[in-house]
């Protein structure tokens, strides 16, 4: 037995570097214990109750608005009657943007009232509001090859459509022409600008979302409902001047302090290494934030809870993250990866929820390769769930983990289907009843077997300062 | 031969009453061409240009509105531009019911903006709206059944949900609630009424329509979106006290004289007899009125129109009726029966599309017997359009020509497909977008063929004043 380990310690010491590069494996006795936990998870309530309060008892969730500080208090008494270990927050400072109202009408050649809701950042018109002529545009190529002359004085449009599809890739389309059209449009000396709501449905209910006036002077920026999108380009078609009076009653007052909303499980092992998840608590206020992204916090607060109810503690704590203002620009994730740099190896992997609350489908991964091998064995965990694994695929971990992966943490994405997604996604439509509660305990499934896993492995992802630097995500 | 005839007129002369009732029939050489209108009318761009047209150059047309009367003008111009050979119209008068505006708020114990429209003949509440408890109701049994004390001074809320059908057969339940509701609540003290939409989408897009308080003292009536309606329940769920504010800003304010617009392609044979068929041409407020009910004298324009492009005008003449206020009562209908009543014969059958622009499945009809065999050659005229022939089943005309129907015209009823129209009737989602091309060609095609074979058949329907007194219709 001596002699055995005086082997071993040799060969650690002639390999030298390739020691570090030990297989990080998954223990068989952690696989049996998740395959019971697969099972125990999917019948946990505690996501769905944490959803369904979120959302009846606080509602919708503007960073820096009162119910956002509501709503981490809200999260934190939750947490602790969950019978987390541990609870916390970290202070996030971000600009204030405020939504008072918005409305606007095609006033000629037929006049019109226009669905339409104004985008994050935007400043508001002068008090009346403006009138101008419509100048539209297919694409932002378009836009961007117009004479300036064309476009100045003008309310530009642009409107691109969105098509559903599992991976949502077309969010690709909508999101570029709402960040960066106004602030083209602006450069270009546009009196505003309207797009069609990067969403997939065909409501009257406008999408709205962040854009960013960088490098540009802010001009009024809104997004129209598609049918309204629709009657504009009918109205256009005529050829007719046409004018539209928008009004919009918003704009930036001030910095905010908010806070990420932290809740642990203490690992019994190795207390200081975790698994991280979550989601962002903030929303978009036309909706309840239902589905983006109370769902979100609400799968990982439901896996910590059925890990929790194991026997035993994880080797790893299991730490579930509420992360503040995602919608403005990643602030909560941003400064989470700020806080944690130097001790981002203590992050061994994570994954955050951003998609709704519809099954995942894939696992992807961007770990060191040693870890590898382990990642399969959790991707062959989570195949009863009708996982399946994408090896050749990198993970970001998510939205605001995204960041925090940027700065060092080992990284899985776990894939969720967003054929529906889209047609709510920062509407008035994003509300419980989008929520499927089967689905919604899928994903609470995968997470735990996933973050039980990660905590139980013997060896670690890869994760330390700067070590996916160059990986760009997915 | 001449003894032949001398044999039938014989027969005639013996079998008296009987001779009346000579059978219908649809003469060979109509077959025939119907058989080539059935693909012409299909590709007949009239009726796509006519929604298309009145969407986007009038949009929302709610009784007695300035939009209603400007749509009056439009249509007449429309009929008189497609080449109609006579364009009048007959006027209707009615209250006339005006929405300045409406919004609620849950005060407790949770707050909650709430998306809500109120209910056509809902009274404003006083200037600062009411506050007051709600109490709620599964069914309108259960409020029927309530203590008097229960109810009276809250806010009565009934929340019964839908379910799509090709039928629509749930809107029978939603209606009721919506209909009889408020007046139920009013005689047991009700402060006020509201619904769960009647509908059967999960939008956050109220669904408006009519209510009576006839016996009742009005109050303040309208109806939750449907995830509003679930959010109240979630709130109530919890037992707390839960108090709604709630503002309507509406009422009746006199009345209003419209008119239904006929347009007409004159009959070469017997121009006094005549098809009829249309839609009718208000609309509630919040969307365009694009599938109620633009859509059905849309269908009845292509109808008409790809009739006029055969080489003959049909033996008798093809009538197209935009009924006034069809929303608040089928004052049209009515006012049309009121004028028409003592010709009836004259209107042989009349058909109404007022059930969207999805394709027509079935045609039921109620004729007299002898025409029976008539209108299954009509039916099998259509049936390569997908169109099934139920024998056994009543056909109203639909809803302004089924008062029609009820003083004596025969009717026939080309069934649409309900399965989506109650996800976008009476909201802000009526918008032309809604529309599928094809399955409104569809209905044209329909429509074309059974106005065709009316018009050419040889021997009447049995219309006559009080023909069809006994009958219920659909």
Avoid at 383 to 408: F, M, N, T
Wanted: charged share 20%; with cysteine; net charge negative.
């Amino acid at each position: 037995m001596v002699r055995t380990l005086s082997l071993v310690l040799a060969l650690v010491a002639a390999t030298g570097a390739a020691a570090a590069d030990k297989p990080t494996r998954i223990p068989d006795a952690a696989l049996k214990t998740a395959s019971e936990l697969r099972e125990s998870a999917l019948k946990d309530q505690a996501a769905w109750d944490f959803v369904e309060g979120l959302t009846t008892e606080i509602g919708p969730r503007l960073a820096a608005s009162d119910n956002d500080a509501k709503a981490r208090e809200w999260v934190a008494a939750r947490f602790k009657a969950l019978g987390f270990d541990k609870v916390w927050s970290e202070p996030v400072t971000y600009p204030k943007w405020v939504r008072r109202g918005e409305h606007a009408e095609i006033t000629a050649p037929f006049p019109h009232a226009l669905a339409l809701l104004a985008l994050g950042n935007s400043p508001g018109t002068p008090a009346g509001g403006i009138s101008a002529d419509v100048v539209a545009f297919d694409t932002l190529d378009a836009l961007k090859n117009a004479p300036d002359a064309n476009v100045r004085g003008k309310i530009v449009y642009v409107g691109p459509r969105m098509h559903a599809a599992k991976d949502g890739h077309d969010y690709g389309i909508g999101s570029t022409v709402r960040v960066t059209g106004p602030a083209l449009a602006s450069k270009k000396g546009a009196a505003a600008f309207l797009l069609r709501s990067a969403g997939t449905d065909d409501n009257r209910l406008p999408h709205t979302g962040v854009t960013d006036f960088t490098g540009a002077t802010p001009i009024p920026a809104a997004a129209l409902a598609s049918p309204d999108a629709d009657l504009l380009e009918h109205v256009l078609k005529r050829g007719q001047p046409t004018t539209i009076h928008l009004a919009l009653d918003c704009g930036i007052e001030g910095s905010y302090t908010g806070a990420n909303v932290i809740g642990e499980i203490t690992g019994r092992g190795k207390p200081n290494e975790y698994f991280v998840m979550g989601g962002h608590l903030d929303s978009w206020d036309p909706g309840t934030g239902a589905i983006d992204d109370g769902a979100g916090i609400a799968i990982a607060v439901g896996a910590a809870h059925a890990i929790k109810a194991l026997p035993q503690r994880p080797q790893r704590s299991i730490r579930v993250v509420a992360f503040a203002n995602e919608e403005a620009g990643l602030f909560g994730g941003k400064a989470y990866a700020d806080a944690h740099a130097k001790d981002i190896a203590q992050a061994v992997l994570g994954s955050e929820s951003d998609l709704g609350a519809d099954r995942i489908w894939k696992i992807t991964a961007t770990v060191k390769p040693s870890a590898r091998d382990a990642i399969g064995a959790i991707a062959e965990a989570v195949k009863p769930l009708g996982v399946e694994y994408d090896a050749s695929a990198p993970g970001s971990g998510g939205s605001d983990l995204g960041a925090v992966h940027a700065v060092g943490m080992a990284a899985v994405s776990l894939h969720q289907d967003a054929t529906r997604y889209f047609d709510w996604h920062h509407t008035a439509n994003d509300t419980l009843d989008k929520i499927d509660p089967a689905q919604l305990s899928q994903n609470v499934a995968v997470y735990a077997v996933v973050a039980y896993l990660a905590a139980q492995a013997d060896g670690d992802f890869g994760s330390a300062a700067g070590a996916f630097a160059s990986d760009k995500g997915e």
